[in-house]
Nanobody
Framework: QVQLVESGGGVVQAGGSLRLSCAAS????????MGWFRQAPGKEREFVVA???????YYADSVKGRFTISRDNAKNTLYLQMNSLKPEDTAVYYC????????????????WGQGTQVTVSS
């Protein structure tokens, strides 16, 4: 069993920044890909960004150039640096971990955290 706990969400003005963290515990693996998804009220959970276990990164077009994903394997922690935030970034952000070769579908991830709320005011 792998447990993922997100933190770092909050309320920020448009144009501001936040850094999210995802702490992993339990039976973690260095070979997991990890990613961030987000879900706004009334909408489906959508792919934001992923990082493979070898360090390749993939960003949704909506966040490219503004968000940066990174991981600290020694600390079993995933990060999402979010800059130039927009109101449309408002959502619950979820951290996922999985061992599949693909990374942009919800089903690619076997483990999920419970999410952290990000609210961007206009």
């Amino acid at each position: 069993q792998v447990q993922l706990v997100e933190s770092g969400g909050g309320v920020v003005q448009a144009g501001g920044s936040l850094r999210l963290s995802c702490a992993a515990s339990g039976r973690t693996s260095m070979h997991y890909s990890m990613g961030w998804f987000r879900q706004a009220p009334g909408k489906e959970r959508e792919f934001v960004v992923a990082i493979t276990w070898i360090g390749n990164t993939y960003y949704a077009d909506s966040v490219k150039g503004r968000f940066t994903i990174s991981r600290d394997n020694a600390k079993n922690t995933l990060y999402l640096q979010m800059n130039s935030l927009k109101p449309e970034d408002t959502a619950v952000y979820y951290c996922g971990a999985g061992s599949r070769n693909t990374y942009y579908r919800r089903s690619d991830y076997a483990y999920w955290g419970q999410g952290t709320q990000v609210t961007v005011s206009s």
